[in-house]
């Protein structure tokens, strides 16, 4: 994972082959993704989850630790060959000497594999990995806009976001699933839940996707609405620049408070787990999918299922896209309530929101809805 104290001149120096900035860049990549795995081996009841410690093919992975460790280092001494400035290689080198003191990929696995609280710092390692492999080739390769650089500005703020958000998904899982089962269990009911759970895990998918969806719909209206509320939506919308990182800048009140209404439907009605784990999957990649910078699009049928130009106006700066597409999968939603927007084959302009008001870094962005604010006339996208 790239250094948030490495220096911007870093990653706007030439970057073309042959310069030793791709071969730095990739050094820490795969050396700090090697480390933080050697550290989830030292301190598992810690640093992994519990629903998923126990199905790790070990072999498979420390094979794959071993990979990552050797090509950060290789790439990190030829990056220090080819550049003149020789940080981004001495850092990637140095991250995985670092690992291999701590064990390397022959890392013994330390204390007991206990169930109490935790951090998913292993779902952080695996989520990066997946996305950066997925969603970086496909930009560079079907990119709407080919100038906008890997590390455009912002980036940064928007790891740490993806950092935060997986890191503490327990923490997420208990603020937005509890309330809902303290709060409402008395309008449970047995037979209901069990008619519900009987149907084919196909038609519970699909309910899932049409239920969340309308519940999403008119939250994320009212998060754009109401004054208060959109101080912590407008983080959302702060983003400058859309890819698949910019998805994950969320403010935490906001992230938990639509997870916490989405599911209290999802609880009540009872729906089977092989159904709930298949939608969470697929709204985790869709949610991400929305904001990528690709040039791709359904056309004619994009009023069917939501694609990027569809969430892409959705965060312009053109003031006749303001408050529209509220949907997260289905526009038809929009269509049906008057908030549909997606003119011909065209795409934003731009992104963000005027006079850009919220600041840049996690810190400064968490505690901006809680300031009492000026008033401005800046409206917002």
Known sequence: MPDSTIPDEHFESPKYFGTGWISGVLSIFFSSCGLLAVLCFHFPEYLTMVEIRGHYPLPIV?????????TGFLLGVTSVCLRQNKLLGLMGAGLTLVAALLGGSRVTIDGELQTGPYLGLDWFVLNLIAYTVVFVPLERAFARLHEQPIFRY???????????????????????????????????????????????????FFELLVLTDFMQYWLHRMFHQVPWLWQFHAVHHSSQS????????THLVDQATT?????????????????????????????????????????????????????????????????????????????????????????????????????EGYFRQFVYPFRRKKPTTDSKS
């Open 62 to 70: 420390r094979a794959i630790l071993h990979l990552f460790l050797v």
């Open 154 to 204: 912002g980036w940064r703020t928007d790891l740490v976001y993806f950092f935060v958000s997986t890191l503490f998904v327990q923490v997420m899982t208990l603020i937005t699933m509890k309330p809902a089962m303290v709060l409402f269990g008395w309008a449970t009911s047995e037979s209901l839940q069990e008619w519900v759970s009987s149907q084919p895990y196909v038609l519970q």
């Open 242 to 249: 859309m890819d698949w990182i910019a998805g994950s800048r």
């Open 259 to 359: 997870r916490a209404v989405t599911f209290i439907p999802l609880w009540l009605l009872g729906f089977a787990d092989a159904p709930m784990f298949a939608y969470l999957v697929f709204v985790t990649f869709h949610g991400t999918f929305l904001h990528v910078n690709l040039r791709w699009d359904l056309g004619r049928w994009s009023w069917l299922f939501a694609w990027p130009r569809f969430h892409h106006w959705h965060h312009a700066i053109e003031r006749e896209a303001i408050d529209k597409n509220f949907a997260v999968h289905l526009p038809l939603y929009d269509y049906l309530f008057g908030t549909y927007y997606l003119p011909g084959k065209q795409w934003p302009t731009g992104y963000g929101i005027s006079g850009h008001p919220v600041p």
